[in-house]
């Protein structure tokens, strides 16, 4: 009888090199996706705001937008445009959003903040 083993590698799709398919995928420009983040909201706002456009129109909000202004943009994606968003996960994307797109953004740092460089020996 045939290992296991055996059987797997005489399938044929595992016999194709790898990256084989990937010439047919063209992945969108790096604008177009959400930033990544370790906020718990980023997987969610992935998963739940990327069906019906990209992130870009997250992106080209003013960057001054105020956490209730995103909270009232995401209910309306939920509410208006039927997006199939759950109650308690408004307030997670809405928190990454704000930090990550809007007015509670981390200001970048500014030079003094920046690690001296090393002195050379
Ligand atoms: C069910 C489809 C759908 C989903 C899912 C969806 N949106 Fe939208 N979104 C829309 C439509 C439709 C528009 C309006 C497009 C237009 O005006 O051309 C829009 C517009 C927007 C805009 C532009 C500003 C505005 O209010 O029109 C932002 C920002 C936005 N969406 C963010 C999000 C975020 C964040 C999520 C996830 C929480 C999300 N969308 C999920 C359909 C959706």
Redesign the pocket.
């Known amino acids: 009888m045939p290992s296991f083993l055996h059987l797997l590698r005489s399938l044929p799709f595992l016999a194709l090199p790898a990256g084989a398919l990937a010439a047919e995928i063209t992945l969108p420009p790096e604008t177009a996706r959400y930033v990544e983040s370790p906020l718990p909201g980023y997987a969610t706002?992935v998963a739940?705001?990327s069906?019906?456009?990209s992130a870009d129109?997250?992106r080209i909000?003013p960057p001054t937008m105020a956490r209730a202004a995103w909270k009232a943009?995401?209910t309306?994606?939920q509410k208006t445009?039927?997006?199939?968003?759950a109650d308690d996960a408004i307030d997670p994307?809405v928190d990454y959003?704000v930090k990550t797109y809007g007015a509670e953004r981390a200001p970048a740092p500014a030079k003094s903040e920046r690690p001296a460089a090393v002195p050379a020996r």
């Open positions: 706002a739940m705001c069906t019906c456009h129109y997250a909000q943009n995401v309306k994606m445009f039927g997006a199939p968003i994307i959003l």
